[in-house]
């Protein structure tokens, strides 16, 4: 009957993402497109088919199923985000940032992490603007949300607004002292700012956690030139 169905499809769904834990991606493909084949009205299982291909880096073929699981259940709101994002990572950026507007507008007070990846999108498509005005909502949200510092800061960065810049990589490395993408753009704002010891500073700290970080290393040599 159809709870025996429905059974069944969360067995499949729950035997896919085992799977997908276990790195076992094409195996978790298998079972979940057939559980989504099986049960297609099943918001559930299109939305971790997508997400099993969007962790195997396969954004393109993500986005089928996770607008079918946002079609489904319209307030599904972790479909949505892994959706909007799928479209991103596909170049997709406009129909992305709305899809995240989507979520935004859904649950506007505790989503600090939608706002987040909204400024992102913002920002990738040459809108620094806007960008901003989703990032510092993001940062008023959840102000440990580094990930948001760094990319207010960045955004900063593209309006010409140092001390904005300045504030938000600041704010970034006192929650994580450590965050290279804090210390690099930090250290880009030093140096255009004059203050080239600071800045080489902050770029041998930077190497110290990542030695491999090519961009820090390139911009220490033309500072020590």
Do not use: C
Request: hydrophobic residues 45%.
């Amino acid at each position: 009957g159809l709870a025996a169905g429905a059974d069944r499809t969360d067995a499949r769904v729950a035997l896919g993402r085992a799977l997908m834990e276990m790195d076992s991606s094409s195996a978790a493909d298998r079972e979940l497109s057939e559980a989504v084949r099986r049960d297609p009205q099943n918001a559930y299982a299109a939305f971790w088919l997508g997400t099993a291909r969007a962790r195997a880096g396969r954004d393109a073929e993500a986005v089928a199923p996770l607008a079918e699981a946002v079609r489904l259940a319209p307030r599904f709101t972790e479909a949505r985000v892994a959706y909007a994002k799928a479209l991103a990572g596909s170049g997709q950026r406009a129909e992305a940032i709305r899809q995240m507007e989507t979520v935004t507008r859904l649950d506007p007070e505790r989503n600090a992490g939608a706002w987040n990846d909204l400024g992102l999108f913002r920002l990738q498509s040459g809108q620094p603007g806007p960008a901003r005005t989703a990032l510092r909502r993001a940062v008023a949200l959840d102000p440990t949300l580094v990930t948001a510092w760094v990319n207010l800061g960045a955004a900063a960065l593209s309006a010409n607004d140092a001390s904005e810049a300045e504030r938000a990589f600041t704010r970034a490395l006192r929650y994580e002292p450590r965050h290279t993408g804090a210390m690099g753009n930090l250290a880009l704002l030093r140096a255009r700012q004059g203050r080239e010891a600071e800045a080489r500073d902050l770029l041998r700290q930077l190497l110290a956690v990542d030695p491999n970080d090519a961009r820090a290393r390139a911009l220490l040599a033309e500072l020590n030139s």
